[in-house]
């Protein structure tokens, strides 16, 4: 569609300002299973979302239709939708930051390797997945992805921004049986780089994540000092940051209300947000349009700034952030690559520290069992036993309570092993004063 | 959405190296979403979804790929490309297409999509106002109405053309409580396939909003959960999450069709309670997750999956029977033309069986009363689930005491359904989006009141007593 006309005729009917957020999106993926190429698939899509300001209320729609009748069909919903909006503040685009720091992080490398390359890697996983132990009864499936995103975001006062990524994912998942016990493991890992695919590593991550949960056994029901693994950590990440929305803030929905410029967790902690880090989530502009910058959310514990988007620091008089991110059907605060950052100590160092404990290696059903407004959980995990410092036999079937506020505030210790997450998190190892598990 | 004839050479192109079936799905999804906070219209959007996904089947391979360029160039295209992953000779030809009558049995009196923006929001406010005259401490409501007309075309190798239409609704309402920095939240999200009628008649919103405020306020007051091991009776409705989870999943050939499930090799055994009777069930008129036929224009049945404890029946694709050298029994689900459809859940739930609630509870010493349920997930190879309660009590002497909040129920499916040693009269169905790999589809949860004999339960309020 072009962009020009849609302007021009929303202005004709008496917009007075639109925006059209375009995304288009090329994806390829397979998947091998028993030695045999059991799905392929290839997609293209487009998606383009318009909005635009009617009596200084928003309008949104979006559509993946397009032809000569889509300008009309998107003003024309967008003013019957922005006529029932009641609230009280005022519309806002964005007329563009004064600089960008743009940076071209597509890598023609991902496309250039051959399909039969790719194919022949998942060959070998599958091959050396089945060679690796004699408890692998089955390979529950190998496969690969890859994805480009071309995005662009352009208004009626002129601001043109544009955006190219892309991705792969390598993926695998084993199931391991002994006597009559039987245990999954998998491992995903996702990149701009091909260079970062060592097979050897990827297939040994996959088998020692489902052998070493065999012999699983459940503890007993009390409150132990916990050490979380950077997966589990950064599991805990994502929904405490919630918390720094000016959104959730001000809707009296988060656990900082009142904190700015105080302690949210302990002085181990210093959270950032860094959506200018060069890998698959770089971010220059936001969904508003607006520069990104890299800052530190929590410095030592102490909370040094709410996120923003336009309009919840229009509400406030202060300035947006960056953090103007799409969200289902409205423009919410989010962030881009958050990232604990790491301490001085090996994870081995983390566990020495405890006589006694609980390794928490994963938890499961953080979309039902924790509450990001209340901060309380109760969800499913694994992980071991830690005896004398050391990892011991392995925990099945347990569950992990507390509350988010609390477990930042109760962190003795970080470890220096932090990885990036599926999620665009990152964390390391972490040490818990005290976390109540349930088990016997 | 595209002409006959062009479906044809589409399909041809799809066939040209091998395959043995050819579909085209083609959708268009017309939604609107308002949502109102704290009583007032903050959002309201237009969506369109539209495009065509083309499967190519081989024998045990599967060729996938969407886009929503509908034109000869862009069809052709697509077909001709997923078509160069096979590298044999044609096998067929599909020289004509046949229209195949289907038959609509969802009634819709006042179709959503006729309904104005206005009428809908006149409807969430009376909710709003039920919620934020119950009680000081409900800090933030949200309320929000979700419909969606889809119109579906299918063309397939068969010779077949199936088309079907189907518009659906959903509202939900969320109050969150806050006290001495507590918080805690309550929440309904009732739907169903017809039209405004299921909100104005079939249900009370006002009743609806009534209970959700209530159970944020009851559990801001309540205590933390015990944990351990007990005896636990789970509520009517959307208790039936648990079966959907622990055992609903793992009978969905996408995971049996693999020998990827703890049930893969169950059918004629028994693998729950003789009291449980369990049946997914796609037909049912007007129901949330009901569908005239599934996502590749088979007929929706009413499937038996398990008969007093014995399984019967898997829930079956025409992709993954091939496998399992089965039927397909119109089980076939998918989000969107985006994803590739497999074998899905419809409204599931465990049948009545001949326990009065009341005397569920009476005969249980000590344990807890899961009222209502939240969400959860489960892994279908190894069977362990978990699932976050939202309303909880602790049985004492047959009585309901005090609630309790934060309490998770964990276990494994193959157990659990062996221990439900209690199954109430009082079946019910309730509404919630079911996400797997083919994406989050529409899906009816459902049970009695029953009980669990024993299973463990999170929480941080140390051992019950």
Known sequence: ???????????????????????????????????????????????????????????????????????????????????????????????????????????????????????????????????????????????????????????????????????YVYAASVVVKQNDEVKTGYKVLLSNDPKELDIDKFVKEVIVDATRKLGGTQCDSKKYPVVLSPKTAASFLDPYLESASAEEVQKHSSLFIGKLNQAVASKKVTILEQPLLKNCFFRYFDDEGVATTNKKIIEKGILKTYLYNLETAQREGTSTTGNGYRGGSKMG???????????????????????????????????????????????????????????????????????????????????????????????????????????? | MIAKSLAIDVLNAGLETGADFAEIYLEQNNASFLMLENGKTESALSSTTYGAGIRLLNKLQSVYGYTNDLSRKGLMKLATSLAKSFKGERLLTVEKINKVRVKNVHKYEKPLSEVSREEKIALLKEAYDVMSNYDKRIVRIQNTFLNSRKVVTIYNSDGKRLDDF??????????????????????????????????????????????????????????????????????????????????????????????????????GKQIASPLVTAIDDGTIPNGWGSNNIDDEGNKTQRN??????????????????????????????????????????????????????????AATKLGLYAASMGGGSVNPATGEFNFAVSEAYIIRDGKIAEPVRGATLIGSGADILKKIDMVGNDLLRAQGMCGSVSGSIPADVGQPTIRISEILVGGRGGVLK
């Open chain 1, 1 to 167: 569609m072009n962009n020009k006309k849609f302007f021009e005729l929303a202005k004709k009917k008496g917009l007075t300002a639109t925006e059209i957020y375009s995304a288009k999106k090329s994806s390829l993926s397979f998947e091998l299973f028993h030695s045999e190429v059991s799905s392929y698939s290839a997609s293209d899509s487009f998606s383009m979302s318009a909005r635009g300001i009617y009596n200084d209320k928003f309008g949104v729609a979006i559509t993946e239709k397009v032809n000569k009748d889509t300008p009309e069909v998107l003003v024309n919903e967008i003013i019957a939708n922005a006529k029932v909006i009641e609230k009280a503040d005022k519309a806002l685009l964005f007329k563009g930051s004064e600089k960008y720091q743009k940076r071209n992080l597509f890598n023609k490398e991902i496309e250039a390797i051959s399909i039969d390359q790719k194919l022949k890697n998942l060959y070998e996983i599958e091959s050396k997945l089945k060679q690796a132990d004699p408890r692998v009864v089955e390979i529950e499936g190998v496969q690969y992805s890859e994805d480009a995103i071309e995005v662009n975001l352009a208004n009626s006062y002129g601001l043109n921004l544009k955006n190219k990524s892309n991705y």
């Open chain 1, 333 to 440: 605060v989010s962030f881009v690559n958050p990232s604990i950052k790491p301490g001085r100590l090996s994870e081995a160092d983390l566990l020495a520290k405890v006589k006694t404990g609980v390794y928490i290696s994963s938890v499961q059903g953080l979309h039902a069992g924790l509450n990001p407004q209340s901060g309380n959980f109760s969800l499913q995990a694994e992980g071991f036993m830690i005896r004398d410092g050391k990892i011991a036999e392995p925990l099945s079937l347990i569950t992990v309570a507390g509350n988010l506020l609390d477990l930042f505030l109760s962190v003795r210790d970080v470890a220096n092993n932090s990885e990036l997450q599926l999620s665009g998190i990152t964390a390391p190892s972490l040490l818990i004063k005290s976390l109540a598990i349930s088990g016997k």
């Open chain 2, 166 to 267: 189907k518009e659906r609704g959903r509202m939900a309402f969320v109050a969150i409580a806050s006290d001495n920095g507590k918080i805690e939240t309550g929440f309904e999200g009732p739907g169903a396939t017809g039209g405004m009628e299921f909100f104005t008649a079939k249900i009370s919103v006002k009743e609806t909003a009534h209970h959700v405020a209530e159970l944020a306020i009851k559990m801001l007051t309540a205590e933390e959960c015990p944990s351990g091991k007990m005896p636990v009776v789970i509520g009517n409705g959307f208790g039936g999450v648990v079966f959907h989870e622990a055992c609903g999943h793992s009978l969905e050939a996408t995971a049996v069709a693999k020998k990827l499930s703890v049930f893969s090799e169950s059918l």
């Open chain 2, 304 to 361: 038996v999956l398990i008969k007093d404890g014995i399984c019967t029946s898997f829930l079956i694709d025409s992709f993954n029977g091939r496998r399992m050298n089965m039927k397909a029994n119109g089980a076939c689900r998918r989000e969107s033309y985006k994803y590739e459809p497999t074998s899905r859940m419809s409204n599931t739930f465990i049948a009545a069986g001949k326990s009065n609630p009341e005397d569920i509870i």
